[in-house]
Every structure is written in structure tokens, then in C-alpha cells.
């Protein structure tokens, strides 16, 4: 039944997508791949075929910096902002599952739907917009590898903040072993940090009443609470990771059977929605026992001031009733695992923005040292200048970036999914476009209200000359309205390109599937995409 590689004299695409073809040369060359087939059958077991993209995901909502946004908002608010965490994991499952329904149903992912449907000038400008998204993604795991390096061997920031250079070797010299064996390994030790964090949950015991009405009662009170809540959600609604999960889907080899379709989008969705409960659980618990730990009459006078300015570098004794004198140890193996287990998603997610937006494929250790180094640059200047306060918040403000440029991929998401001429019978239901709109919607204006307002303030309490503030306020404003241009021309633009790949999924047309055989009812899965999840590590295998 199964068809494997690609001399199989199957075409990998039903017809060409317009003048700007993809190539389909591997992004990693590779002669010997991994393919992961999914019967042509009705069985729950089939899910098991699916599991991967999803979990693959999630690691990025268990990354350093929404350790850095849970532990301060817990710390400042106590448990006020749980209820972000709660409708930022909604709103990431329904959002994470439209980005994998994309790439099942068009056999392309977002990036590459962006350089088919915008012109080169504004497909540009998303290019550049994602490549800052990963960038800004990748500060606070380097930040959290520094921070992981001083607990661990106490090595000054600045200077954690030079070997994190280093760990695109490591993640090269791990992946001999497979790559998913290193991210079981990773996941494990995550994980592990977070079994510590539930445990010290039970322990805390917080107030039940208080964490439920937290979860399901929005309240932003308190001076810079709306700029955590953005954090907050930046750091759990990444743009790279809609880019990223709809090419993870692409490795799989599918039925093209409207059943087979719509099974695939059904158990990537169950898989997403596993993957991303684990790490609201992971994110509830870190917000609970900081915001307990930290409100605390018990405190010691050391503790309370660790509190007042919590970070990355000082949360280890939060775990002290669970872990004793080894939790700033284990904290650090922890730390230092999610770090990198998000530089393994955010090489990925930068192989295929790069490839999707310009055709363009670099060597993975190549796109994986040219992101870190311009994540090192702003991360060194401010551990130098700031100390650990500094880089830890530099992470909030790299969260906050990512919120800021949430709509220049979720738009685009939204309009293809939204869209019969790309998704055919598997178009987003009215209620589904309604609710995802209305959660874009709520993110943009959330983001627009705190621009405005946290710019006028400071427009007005700072020290310059008339001026000056004028020529700063024009300039600001100027800003913004480009920023809001940029999304309206998103929003009002009509896609123009169609989809062909969806020639086998309408029914009048199964008939072609009987008469060319049991092997072509198979999405062969795309060679780039296989290739670049799971790389080999003989040298005989590449060309």
C-alpha cells in the first residue's frame, strides 16, 4: 500500500502552483528518509501516525521566555493574568490547527502560500517581519541558556550569553543519535522541571477559589499589567510557529481521499490539543507557585527581594521545598534543555520561512549560527549594561515583539484557511472564520491600545524639548499608521491563487484515484520537509 521516496514515478504535486514554482530539491540532501505512512483505513490508531508535529509545537510555549512572562506575572499579580494563559491556549489549539489543516489540505505551508499569493514587495516585507519573529524568538533562549550556564557552573551572563554560539555544534553533534531521539531526551528533561513545579504546586497549595477565578475572570489591574498580559501572550501565540506547523504536517504520507483529508485535520487537531494541554498545565502551575511563593507572609527578607525583581536566574527557589539545595541544579539542566529544544524549532521554522518566501535553502548549521548571532548582539549588550535584571527583560520585551507581530502571519492564515479557491470543501465553517477573526481582531487592537497609550506617557513624562517631543510623536504615529496599513492591506486583499491539489479531494474525481491505482490515493510527503525533520548523520547518505 505504502509508496516510498520518490522514485516511485508519482508526481509529488497534481499540477504546478503558477510561475513562481517550488522547487523540490531537499532542504537537507538526503537519500534515506524516515517516511511516516498513514494506512488508508478507519482506526483510532491511525493517530498514532500523526503524533509529532503537534508535540514539536508545544515546546515552544514551554521555551525560557514564557518562563521569564509566568514567573513576573505570578510574582507581580499573583494568580490576575491566568486567565491569558487560558484563552491564549484556546485561541493557539484553533489557530495551530487551521496552520496544519492548511499544509494537509494544500500540500504547501504558509510561507510558500505568501510567496504564491502577494506580490514580491509586500511578500518581501512578511519575509523580513518572520525572520525578526525568530530572531526575537531566539533571545530569550539564549538569555535562557546564559541563565542555565550560571546556575550551573556560575559563569557570568554576558559571557553564557558568547557560548551560546556554541550550541548550534551541540545540536548538530546530538543529531547523529536522530533528531527524535534528542527531543524525546529534551522533552524529558522539560518535562521533568515541570513534575518539579506541580509537586511544589501541592506543596504551595494555593487558594483553589482564587486560581479559578483567575482563569475565568479577566482583570488588568495594576501598573504595567497590560504589558505583561502582552507578554504573555506573545510568548504563547508565536508567529513562527504557524509557519512552522504547517510544514511539519507535510512529512506525513496521507491518503488524498476527502476521508483520508479529513481524518488527517481531525487527529492533528486531537494531537495539537494534547500537546498544547500539557503546556497550559506546564504554564498554570509555574504562574501558581510563583504567584503563592511569592505573596507569601513567610517569606524571608532574601526572598522577598528576589520577588520583587524575579527572573530566570532566581527562580531556582521556588523549587526549594521540593528539590532542597539541588534545585538551582536541576533548574539549570531544565532551563538549559528548553533552550535548546526552542532552538531546535526555531532552526526548523527559519529553514522554512527561508525556503518558503525566497526559495532559498541554507545548510542548517549555517540558518541556525546567523540567527544566533543576531539574537547574541542585543542579548550581550544588555547582559553587559544590565546584568541578569536587564536580560531578563529583554525577554519581555522579545515576547512583546512576537505580539507585535502576531497579525502579519496570522492574517494571512486566516484568508487562505477562509478561502474555497485554496481549501475547497475543507474551507473554515462561518463560526470557526467568526471566532478566529474576532481573536485576531482583540489581539490587534490589544496591541494598538498599548502602543498608543504607552507612547503618549512617555511622549509626556519625559524630559526632552518641545521639539523634540513633537518630532518624536510624528515620527511614532507615523509609525503606527504604517503598522496599521500593513494589516488593513492584509485583511482587504482578495487572494488571487488557487489551489490545485485539491483535484483528488473533491468526489467527482475519485474515479481517477480508482483507475491509477491503490499507491496514488498517497500524498507523497514532501521530501524537503522529511528531509529537514529528520536529518541522517552518515556522510554516505549525502550527495
Not at 224 to 232: H, P
Not at 510 to 532: A, F
Amino acid at each position: 500500500m505504502a509508496v516510498t521516496g520518490s522514485g516511485s514515478g508519482q508526481p509529488q504535486f497534481i499540477s504546478s502552483t503558477g510561475n513562481r514554482s517550488l522547487s523540490n530539491a531537499p532542504l537537507i540532501e538526503n537519500s534515506d528518509t524516515n517516511q511516516i505512512v498513514v494506512p488508508d483505513r478507519r482506526s483510532w490508531k491511525n493517530l498514532f501516525a500523526y503524533m509529532g508535529p503537534g508535540f514539536l509545537v508545544s515546546i515552544a510555549y514551554i521555551d525560557p521566555g514564557n518562563f521569564e512572562t509566568d514567573l513576573q506575572s505570578g510574582a507581580q499579580f499573583k494568580y490576575e493574568l491566568l486567565w491569558i494563559i487560558l484563552v491564549a491556549s484556546c485561541a493557539a489549539l484553533v489557530i495551530q490547527s487551521m496552520a496544519a489543516n492548511l499544509g494537509v489540505v494544500t500540500g504547501k505551508h504558509l510561507a510558500e502560500h505568501c510567496r504564491t499569493e502577494y506580490p514580491r514587495v509586500p511578500n518581501f516585507i512578511l519575509w523580513i517581519i518572520a525572520e525578526i519573529a525568530i530572531v526575537a524568538c531566539d533571545i530569550p533562549e539564549v538569555i535562557g541558556t546564559a541563565f542555565a550556564l550560571n546556575m550551573l557552573f556560575s559563569i557570568p551572563v554576558w559571557i553564557g550569553v558568547l557560548l551560546t554560539g556554541l550550541s548550534t555544534l551541540i545540536l548538530l553533534a546530538l543529531q547523529q543519535y536522530g533528531v527524535r531521539k534528542l527531543e524525546f531526551l529534551i522533552a524529558f528533561l522539560v518535562f521533568t522541571i515541570a513534575a518539579c513545579f506541580m509537586a511544589e504546586l501541592g506543596y504551595a497549595k494555593p487558594d483553589a477559589k482564587e486560581v479559578l477565578k483567575g482563569l475565568f475572570v479577566p482583570e488588568l489591574k495594576g501598573s504595567g499589567a497590560t504589558g505583561l498580559a502582552i507578554s504573555l501572550l506573545g510568548a504563547m501565540v508565536m508567529p513562527h510557529n504557524l509557519f512552522l506547523h504547517s510544514a511539519l504536517v507535510l512529512s506525513r504520507k496521507i491518503p488524498r481521499s476527502v476521508r483520508g483529508i479529513k481524518e488527517a485535520c481531525r487527529f492533528y487537531m486531537i494531537e495539537s490539543a494534547f500537546a498544547l494541554m500539557v503546556a497550559f498545565l506546564i504554564n498554570v502551575s509555574v504562574i501558581s507557585v510563583s504567584g503563592t511563593v511569592c505573596n507569601s507572609s513567610n517569606l524571608n527578607a532574601e526572598d522577598q527581594l528576589s520577588c520583587q525583581d524575579l527572573d530566570l536566574n532566581k527562580a531556582s527557589f521556588l523549587l526549594r521545598n521540593v528539590l532542597g539545595k539541588w534545585s538551582s541544579k536541576l533548574f539549570g539542566i531544565a532551563l538549559l534543555a528548553s533552550g535548546q529544544s526552542s532552538t531546535i524549532t526555531g532552526t526548523y521554522a527559519g529553514q522554512y520561512v527561508m525556503q518558503g518566501f525566497l526559495d532559498l535553502r541554507l545548510e542548517p548549521w549555517i540558518r541556525n549560527m546567523l540567527t544566533r548571532c543576531l539574537a547574541i548582539v542585543p542579548s550581550l549588550i544588555v547582559a553587559v549594561i544590565g546584568g541578569s535584571a536587564g536580560a531578563g527583560k529583554l525577554i519581555i520585551i522579545a515576547s512583546m515583539i512576537l505580539s507585535f507581530e502576531l497579525p502579519f502571519a496570522l492574517v494571512p492564515l486566516l484568508k487562505f484557511t477562509s478561502s474555497k479557491t485554496k481549501m475547497g470543501a475543507h474551507v473554515n465553517s462561518t463560526m470557526i472564520s467568526a471566532v478566529t477573526w474576532i481573536i485576531g481582531t482583540l489581539i490587534m487592537a490589544i496591541n494598538i491600545y498599548y502602543l498608543i497609550t504607552g507612547f503618549i506617557k512617555l511622549l509626556l513624562h519625559s524630559h526632552l524639548k518641545i521639539v523634540a517631543k513633537v518630532f518624536l510623536g510624528m515620527l511614532g504615529f507615523s509609525s503606527m499608521a504604517v503598522y496599521l496599513a500593513g494589516i488593513t492591506y492584509l485583511v482587504l486583499r482578495k487572494n488571487t491563487e488557487a489551489t490545485h491539489l485539491l483535484a483528488l479531494t473533491a468526489p467527482e474525481n475519485q474515479q481517477i484515484t480508482n483507475e491509477q491505482g491503490n499507491g496514488s490515493i498517497y500524498s507523497l510527503p514532501r521530501e524537503d520537509i522529511v528531509s529537514m525533520q529528520l536529518p541522517q548523520s552518515s556522510p554516505a547518505d549525502l550527495d
